[in-house]
């Protein structure tokens, strides 16, 4: 099966620009994940979707963070503006079919430089 | 929210020989996982062990969980130098599969 696509795999910005990350999970997955992970830290949750509706965004910066799934399948990433501790990998990743329900599936990443 | 802690940070080993890590974590948990991210393949989940288990198994990863000292260990046998990679335990505290992760484990296979 295919799994989660995330584009683009690189950007580098200046600060108090704009920019935006899409990801496409496993197709049927019904929950979609975004995270967060700073060099040499583990990935930390910024928000996460069942279907179209948000099930978590405690630790979404909600000031200059946003994200939305529309149609309950792809989702977008945005932030606005930028700020140099936006530097950072970006994770997509879903879950919710087959046999194991907790397991998360990762798409590759978008890797923020932040200038 | 809690987040795990892996130990040791960095671990260094000769191929064939096995690997030993630890998490630990500070709230009740209906389950833990532990991930491997590596620059080839991203961030791959390894095995999953629920509150009620204590041991789990899978190919070359033995997994424990001791929920009294909320602690989890994740050992690797025979180790291979595509091995190398970083280790992360996850909790998962609330049953919605909201995952918090450790800091990772950074393992070093030698050829």
């Known amino acids: 099966e295919a799994g989660v696509a995330q584009s683009p795999r690189y950007k580098i910005i200046e600060k108090r620009q704009s920019v935006a990350f899409w990801c496409n999970p496993i197709?049927?997955?019904?929950?979609l994940y975004w995270y967060q992970q700073i060099l040499g830290q583990g990935p930390k949750l910024l928000i996460q979707?069942?279907?179209?509706?948000?099930?978590?965004d405690s630790q979404l910066p909600k000031d200059r963070f946003s994200a939305e799934r529309l149609k309950g399948v792809d989702s977008t990433l945005k932030i606005q503006p930028a700020k140099l501790e936006d530097s950072a990998v970006y994770l997509c990743?879903?879950?919710?079919?087959?046999?194991?329900?907790?397991?998360?599936?990762f798409g590759p990443g978008t890797r923020l430089t932040v200038l | 929210s809690q987040q795990g802690e892996e130990d040791p940070q960095a671990l260094s080993i000769q191929e064939g020989e096995n690997a030993t890590m630890n998490c630990s974590y500070k709230?009740?948990?209906?389950?833990l996982q532990w991930y491997r991210q590596n620059s080839g393949r991203g961030l791959v989940h390894l095995i999953l062990?629920?509150?009620?288990?204590r041991e789990k198994h899978s190919g070359r990863l033995r997994v424990t969980l001791d929920t009294s000292k909320k602690s989890s260990s994740l050992l690797i046998t025979a180790s291979r130098a595509a091995d190398t990679a970083s280790y992360f335990c996850?909790?998962?505290?609330?049953?919605?599969?909201?995952?918090?992760f450790g800091t990772g484990t950074r393992l070093t296979v030698i050829p």
């Open positions: 990743a879903s879950s919710g079919g087959g046999r194991a329900l907790n397991e998360q599936f």
């Open positions: 197709s049927g997955h019904a929950t």
């Open positions: 979707f069942q279907n179209n509706g948000v099930v978590d």
């Open positions: 709230t009740s948990i209906n389950n």
């Open positions: 062990i629920r509150s009620n288990e």
């Open positions: 996850a909790t998962d505290e609330s049953g919605a599969n909201n995952l918090f």
